[in-house]
């Protein structure tokens, strides 16, 4: 496949070459529907909303449907059309004839369109789902799920994994955990070790309990015992370095902490940790640089990282840094109890500088840290990292059909037709595309939010027998100034044509069984990029050079008539070369009507990307309405959409041009 001809960037601008979306993309979910629940029902009734709005409520559950959230939740619910959010939290109601308790939030007054909600909660992963609200009298009701944030410390165990009676006694111990009676969570903790003593997450929370009982001791035993049975537990090595540098033991909290950033680099409080640990044993140069990573990766909230940089600089003898770091920690903690220490240490720093007879850097530095301890600085061990960026396309357990056999070669040659008969029946479409995005910090929430609108056309051909190519055109013609943050995300006409008969030996592919999508059976099949075929798919162009990028991803076609309705597709690996480290599109295709031919076309309605790239983090969503099919027949010219989107769907096809 030919990729794009693009114009020479400048070396800050971007271009993401994704050849994504030329086929099929699953229908827009409204994310409501009929509850069966009559207390939800009736209360919903409770409402009251103005001539005109429509009530949304959303009902929030803890890993279960139906195990109450024990905490509070909060909703954002976002207006498509004007990007303007409003927010709401969840309170605990109780509810029904058997007086069951809710979390439970609502948004009244809430005007007829289309909206994506999100739901977060500390310690949990954020979902979001999309909506309409079309009426007065019919409540939106949505219910959600929420599963365990890996990266925040959890208290809950699984169902499975460990006996019965173990189980009882875990969830009795959490529940004295979260009342802070620790005696009681020792004696419920430890029956649970003697019943199940090989369980990591048993081990874990005796070792979090000891830690907050001060015993680092005995932390540190359980800890070690729960990464040995699970080595990729980040949360216990994490704290498992804390306790060694609490015990003063470095080089096993240096060990620790090792593993925890090599399995998370993102964990901000690991790399400020270890940064600690390297100050204490004597390496300043590399205490420096872990603490401008622990900086990098937790901005704001890494206010304690400043204080580790400020002496890490002052052993090095870089005394106008150390100065810079150490203000920064105040005008971040102001108030904290350490505060005096650090404007005492600025002082001396300052004195010291201006004297010229000062001892040299090395021997100053050992008087300067005396009294000043960063561990000190930190926070109560709560790692809760909210996700910014879906999960892997191997981090999620798959909920397939017990016993259903994937007759694999047939859906990927009948969906390899659905692409196809597009590619042959149409030869250019156009569309509006709205463009949404959004610049991350590293808790996932917006410091930045940018909308633009294009009239967008793309065109597939095969020039010769084997090479697909995919153009694309918008008529705004501006160059990556006009774009956000300098980032022209482009070739959302071809993702699915990994699936095409000349694509798809590129790529290994397997069905992983029977899913659903929409509440349509579909059939997953997993897909990556062979190391001994050519990358053709996407690519990213940096100033003027192309760099291919490597996918894997995971598909979801409809068990009856073979079509792609999803497409999730990231990384093989992250691109150090042009500092890729992530990123991860999730593309929807639907049905597209054409009244005037009778035909039915599946057309890319959205694609949202997920990607951290030059040490940003960004989320951008493209949509696509209002569409128009440009037929076979190569003498018609080019027609750009030019009407404004109404409030629904639409599609058309290009009349014949006048001579």
């Not at 960037?9 to 409501?32: E, K, N, R, S």
């Not at 939800?40 to 429509?54: E, H, N, Q």
């Amino acid at each position: 496949m030919r990729r794009f001809a693009l114009p020479a960037l400048v070396p800050d601008c971007l271009t993401l070459t994704f050849l994504l979306v030329c086929m099929a993309i699953a229908t827009t979910a409204h994310g409501q529907g009929p509850t069966t629940d009559t207390g939800l029902r009736d209360r919903s009734l409770l409402y009251t909303s103005a001539p005109g709005t429509g009530v949304v409520v959303a009902t929030v559950s803890s890993e279960k449907k139906g195990a109450l959230l024990d905490r509070q939740a909060l909703l954002q619910l976002l207006n498509r059309s004007t990007h303007t959010a409003t927010w709401q939290t969840t309170d605990e109601i109780v509810q029904g004839a058997f007086q069951d308790h809710v979390s439970q939030g609502a948004f009244t007054n809430v005007a007829y369109g289309e909206y994506d909600i999100e739901v977060s909660a500390v310690g949990y992963l954020s979902e979001r789902r999309q909506l309409q609200v079309v009426n007065s009298w019919s409540p939106v009701q949505l219910m959600f799920a929420l599963k365990r944030d890996p990266e925040a410390i959890n208290l809950n165990v699984p169902d499975m994994g460990i006996s019965a009676k173990a189980r009882k006694e875990v969830k009795r111990g959490i529940a004295a955990l979260k009342s802070n009676n620790l005696k009681e969570a020792e004696k419920q903790l430890g029956a649970a070790y003697n019943s199940d003593p090989s369980s990591s997450d048993v081990n874990f929370l005796l070792g979090y309990l000891y830690y907050q009982k001060i015993d680092y001791g005995r932390a540190a035993h359980y800890l070690r015992a729960a990464t040995n049975i699970n080595p990729r537990n980040t949360q216990a090595l994490t704290l498992l370095g804390r306790a060694g540098l609490q015990r003063q033991d470095y080089p096993a909290a240096r060990s620790a902490l090792e593993q925890a950033v090599m399995q998370d680099g993102d964990n901000w409080q690991a790399h400020n940790l270890l940064a600690d640990t390297y100050l204490h044993q004597g390496i300043p140069e590399r205490a420096r640089d872990e603490a401008r990573v622990a900086i990098e990766k937790g901005k704001n909230h890494a206010s304690a990282a400043q204080l580790v940089l400020g002496e890490a600089l002052v052993s090095l003898g870089d005394d106008k840094e150390a100065v810079e770091a150490l203000k920064r920690f105040l005008e971040q903690s102001p108030l904290h109890p350490m505060a005096g220490q650090v404007r005492a240490l600025i002082a001396q720093i300052e004195e010291d500088a201006a004297n010229s007879a000062a001892a040299p850097s090395t021997d100053r530095a050992v008087s300067k840290l005396v009294g000043i301890d960063p561990l000190l600085a930190l926070d109560a061990p709560v790692f809760s990292v909210k996700s910014w960026q879906p999960p892997g396309i191997d981090d999620i357990k798959l909920n397939v059909a017990a016993g259903t056999v994937c007759p694999t070669e047939k859906v990927i040659d009948e969906s390899g037709k659905r692409v196809q008969e597009l590619v042959e029946d149409v030869t250019r479409f156009a569309a509006i595309e709205d463009l949404f995005h959004q610049r991350l910090d590293a808790y996932g929430l917006p410091t930045s939010t940018e909308t633009r609108k294009f009239n967008y056309v793309a065109s597939i051909s095969e020039l010769q027998p084997g090479f697909l190519s995919v153009d694309e055109y918008r008529a705004d013609k501006m160059d990556l100034t006009g774009y956000p943050d300098q980032i022209s995300s482009t070739g959302f006409a071809a993702l699915a044509l990994v699936f095409h008969p000349h694509m798809r030996d590129n790529f290994e592919m397997k069905c992983e069984g029977l899913g659903e999508w929409r509440g349509q059976p579909s059939w997953l099949v997993r897909f990556q990029q062979r190391d001994d075929r050519p990358s053709r798919i996407h690519s990213y162009k940096v100033g003027t050079q192309v760099h291919a990028v490597n996918l894997k991803g995971r598909a979801w076609i409809t068990a009856g008539k073979f079509q792609i309705v999803r497409i999730e597709a990231e990384l093989v690996s992250p691109m150090p070369e042009i500092q890729l480290l992530s990123e991860h599109q999730v593309v929807e295709y639907g049905p597209i009507p054409f009244a005037r031919k009778n035909t039915t076309l599946w057309l890319p309605k959205s694609a949202e990307i997920y990607f951290d790239f030059r040490r940003h983090r960004y989320y951008r969503r493209h949509s696509f309405d209002h569409y128009m099919i440009f037929a076979v027949d190569s003498d018609e010219k080019r027609k750009e959409p030019q009407s404004k989107p109404s409030d629904q769907p639409s599609a058309k096809e290009e009349e014949k041009p006048q001579t």
